[in-house]
């Protein structure tokens, strides 16, 4: 599976984001897609998943109210929809997979990840 994550760029903070990203290969053995992100000396953390049967999703507590995760029909593509970003938000956001049968949302069981793409966030 290849990830191709898109859509980041810098913006003023109280705008708005939409990523995007696009899976191919072997997309019939994803369960659920996510978002992550990193900022400058920090771990990576989550953002949101989508777990593709039943459309589960999951949205950390720190970003809930202010995204929105979202996949295609043919699940081979996930979105996530930013608003009232804040300069905080600034990090590089990654597009993950997971071909583990359940819902997850720990990163260690995420086996497929995209090259990540920058969102800056100016005060």
């Known amino acids: 599976v290849q990830l191709q994550a898109s859509g980041g760029g810098l913006v003023q903070a109280g705008g708005s984001l939409r990523l995007s990203c696009a899976a191919s290969g072997r997309t019939f053995s994803i369960r659920t897609m996510g978002w992550f992100r990193q900022a400058p000396g920090k771990e990576r953390e989550i953002v949101a998943t989508?777990?593709?049967?039943?459309?589960?999703?999951y949205y950390a507590d720190s970003m809930k109210g202010r995204v929105t995760i979202s996949g295609s029909n043919a699940k081979d593509a996930v979105y996530l929809q930013v608003n009232s970003l804040k300069p905080e938000d600034t990090a590089v956001y990654y597009c993950a997979a997971s071909s583990v049968g359940v819902a997850v949302t720990l990163i260690s069981r995420f086996n497929y990840w995209g090259q990540g793409t920058q969102v800056t966030v100016s005060s």
């Open positions: 989508i777990y593709w049967r039943g459309g589960t999703t």
